[in-house]
């Protein structure tokens, strides 16, 4: 009984930490993964650089971006923050 009482603060504590910082990075990743995934010709996208654009292609692990100035350039699939709705 005293070795039950000494391991649940600790589980406790492994239980919380979970729940708070770990799950959530994961859903966070996942989420993220399938953005990247789903990106396609048209879509407005922000980089990782803050880079503002329009995919003008995409491959198996790179995209195309034009810029306002309408220079191209190519970055890989994962350097794509977001994806912008239309306004």
Known sequence: MQTLMNILPLLLFF???????IRPQQK?????QQMQANLKKGDKVI?????????DSVDEDKVVI????GSRLTFDRSAVREVVADK
């Open 15 to 21: 239980a919380i930490f979970y729940f708070l910082l």
């Open 28 to 32: 966070r990743q996942r989420a993220i």
């Open 47 to 55: 980089t990782i650089g803050g880079l503002h654009g329009i995919i």
């Open 66 to 69: 034009r810029a306002g100035d």
